[in-house]
């Protein structure tokens, strides 16, 4: 195939494969439409004058560079050097809009004007809204039932912004059901419709493309990284993940440097072996689900697992095809942190720094509750969002914490 936009840090080749994960498995109908959005990206991913328009939203109206703090009370605590990525400190709550815009700029240039996206915690959802409020596209987002009820002021935010949300009522009503539903809403609209996926999941190119769009986190990471050390490269990059995409923007310009090692923190739930887990690249093994094979939580007879986790934005089966390469390959460390655990590390960040993080961003967080760090190491820390959102659930659950 022509034209394909190959990209100069991911472990991808031309077809989408990162190893055996990735490729593009969709139905007859939607391959022009795929095969046109690999096109536009291979055209614009290089392109000085989209770069330029997508590199002045992120700074004028994301509000990027955001800081790469020195958290001083909190690498007290573990007797190590932590430096936390605020991307909570992004327009909008969370690194969503990073995607967001770069997506959305995308099917302006495509001439598409009809917006839709999936969305679990919200927040890929109000990043949607946002932009296609700014840009004036309609906007629609599948939302599962049971997230729109625990995610309310997010649901409100969509609504106000002037996009519209659909509840999805099948399976268990979450994360994996919203994206089958906007599948199915591009498999009818293929000619007027771009889908805009909100992590690194789904068919070639989208993996590869939300990875770029999100990569600006460690662009940065580098450079504010030596302006405070004099160091670029960091021991270790900790971000949590539900498909992958605050974690391949964090771990992308450190993927070729081997001496940076990577550490992705996944949703346990109540645990492991619990049943009611979101920890996929533990149990999953390999099958398709949303047009690219990876792993996912599947029974013996090939049965998608309904996954659970406190996190609506872990809350999901598979994992970005990217993720699935790097933990088989050996190249990131993956950890599994409960429910229980990301609420005790929200509360201490909390208490110690005066940050209340994402539930999501909390998983993150508890890997310094697992793993020893050595007092010379530099930890970074990607914060991927507030916690705003989650407000209810912290303090419904305050009583878990053990202090
Ligand atoms: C959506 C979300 C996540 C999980 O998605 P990834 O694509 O794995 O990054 C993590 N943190 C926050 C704050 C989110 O909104």
Same mark, same amino acid.
């Given at each position: ?18 190893? !055996? ?9 939607? $391959? ?59 327009? !909008? ?34 990043? /949607?809204? !946002? ?9 629609? /987002? ?137 920890? !996929? ?81 909390? $998983? ?27 407000? $209810? ?11």
């Amino acid at each position: 195939m022509e034209n394909r936009f190959i990209d100069p840090f991911l472990p991808v080749d031309e077809n989408g494969y990162y190893g !055996t994960f990735g490729g593009a498995y969709i139905p007859e109908i939607l $391959h022009s439409n795929v095969e046109k959005l690999n096109e536009a990206f291979a055209k614009y991913a290089d392109d000085p004058d989209f770069i330029a328009e997508y590199d002045q939203l992120l700074s004028d109206y994301v509000g990027r560079p955001t800081p790469l703090y020195y958290a001083k009370r909190l690498s007290k605590h573990y007797g190590t050097s932590i430096y936390l990525k605020r991307e909570d400190l992004c327009h !909008t709550g969370a690194h969503k809009i990073n995607n967001a815009i770069g997506s959305v700029l995308l099917a302006k240039r495509m001439g598409k004007n009809r917006i839709i996206a999936e969305t679990g915690a919200g927040q890929h959802g109000v990043a /949607v809204a !946002t932009v296609c409020a700014l840009m004036g596209l309609e906007c629609i /987002v599948y939302m599962g039932a049971t997230d729109v009820a625990r995610q309310q002021p997010n649901v409100e935010r969509m609504k106000m912004l002037g996009a519209k949300v659909v509840p999805v009522e099948s399976g268990n009503k979450t994360l994996k059901d919203a994206t089958n539903e906007a599948i199915r809403d591009w498999c009818c609209n293929p000619a007027d419709t771009f889908y805009v996926i909100g992590s690194t999941v789904g068919p070639h190119p989208y993996p590869q493309m939300v990875a770029r769009f999100q990569s600006v986190i460690s662009r940065e990471i580098r450079k504010q990284l030596k302006s405070l050390t004099g160091r670029e490269l960091p021991d270790y990059v900790v971000a949590c993940i539900g498909g992958g995409s605050n974690a391949a923007g964090a771990f992308y310009h450190f993927l070729k440097e081997p001496s940076v090692k990577l550490i992705a923190a996944e949703a346990a739930g109540l645990g492991v072996d619990s049943g009611e887990t979101a920890a !996929t690249i533990h149990l999953g093994k390999e099958g398709i689900i949303h047009g690219s094979r990876t792993l996912v939580m599947q029974t013996e007879d090939g049965q998608i697992v309904e996954p659970y986790s406190i996190s609506a934005g872990l809350d999901y089966p598979g994992v970005g095809p990217l993720h699935a390469y790097l933990a088989t390959s050996g190249r990131a460390d993956v950890a599994a942190v409960s429910d229980r655990e990301a609420l005790s590390a929200a509360y201490l960040l909390t208490r110690l720094e005066g940050i209340i993080p994402a539930l999501e961003s909390s $998983h993150a967080l508890a890997v310094l509750d697992q793993k020893k760090f050595n007092p010379e190491d530099i930890v970074v820390i990607n914060v991927s969002g507030r916690g705003d959102k989650d407000m $209810h659930t912290y303090l419904a659950n305050g009583n878990l914490i053990d202090d």
